[in-house]
């Protein structure tokens, strides 16, 4: 019994050492899930940094966001699993399928 009493206790510590997810990528998160589901590639677009929009032109990525949609279907919900890096990674639920969604934001 008090192998089982240590093992839980450790679980639930290592559970509540988790990363909490910043307020600024949780808005982000949002933003994208709406702007993803109501068909806005170009608002999307908008969200990019400079330095995206200069790497992936306007149109190839409203080109990649409606075929993401068309195949993966509206997102259902976004939950935060942990920071990489810069990287605030995402278990997305699209209707069809689930991906990991990584974002990061600049200043």
Not at 25 to 52: E, Q
Not at 55 to 71: G, I, N, R, T, V
Request: charged share 25%; glycine share 4%.
């Amino acid at each position: 019994m008090k192998l089982f009493t240590f093992c839980l206790l450790v679980l639930l510590s290592a559970n509540a050492l988790g990363q909490a997810e910043k307020i600024q990528d949780k808005y982000m998160a949002s933003k994208f899930k709406d702007f993803h589901n109501i068909n806005r590639t170009d608002s999307i677009y908008y969200l990019f940094s400079d330095d995206m929009q200069a790497m992936l032109p306007k149109d190839s990525a409203q080109k990649f966001l409606a075929e993401l949609k068309e195949q993966a279907g509206p997102i259902r919900r976004m939950d935060f699993i942990k920071y990489e890096g810069p990287y605030a990674i995402y278990r997305t639920t699209f209707e069809k399928g689930v991906f990991l969604v990584n974002i990061a934001l600049n200043e």
